[in-house]
């Protein structure tokens, strides 16, 4: 009878000497860390775009309330609000991307890797979007 775990294609690899297998553990503890720092970008990413689509939407809302003829009675206007949101989801934005590039700068002293990550880029398109938004509110504002 024998043994299912010594069929697994693993066990028809060659060893490795024990310096391999310390690089080889290594390098996947390195994939796992840019892995995590990628799902942590994708996440400031996503947290930034909600507070910049929820901002632009409010000015917006409350802007055409205002434009109809409705009045609130408060001290902040749809302009702060908007401002506000869509601001504080850019310096999100911004943070986590910063955050990102040194631990990835870290990374690569580490060992080589491409310099363009998808998340990376994402996040500088986000980061410009938010920039754009930003400046649009303050602008029609102003």
């Known amino acids: 009878m024998t043994d299912e775990k010594s069929s697994a294609p693993s066990s028809k690899l060659p060893p490795m000497s024990s310096s391999e297998s310390a690089q080889f553990n290594t390098n996947l503890a390195i994939d796992r860390t840019v892995m995590a720092a990628d799902r942590s970008l994708m996440a400031w ?14 000015y917006k809302l409350l802007e055409g309330f205002a434009q109809s003829g409705e009045h609130f009675r408060r001290a902040t206007t749809p302009r702060d609000i ?6 504080l989801g850019t310096v999100a934005m911004v943070m986590g991307t910063i955050e990102y590039w040194y631990r990835f700068k870290t990374l690569r002293e580490r060992r080589a890797m491409r310099l363009v990550q998808p998340s990376f880029v994402m996040a500088l398109i986000m980061s410009a979007a938010g920039l754009f938004i930003f400046g649009g509110i303050l602008i029609r504002a102003l």
Request: net charge positive.
């Open 45 to 58: 990413v996503r947290t930034a775009l909600s507070m910049i689509s929820f901002g632009f939407t409010i």
């Open 82 to 87: 908007g401002l506000f949101l869509t601001g």
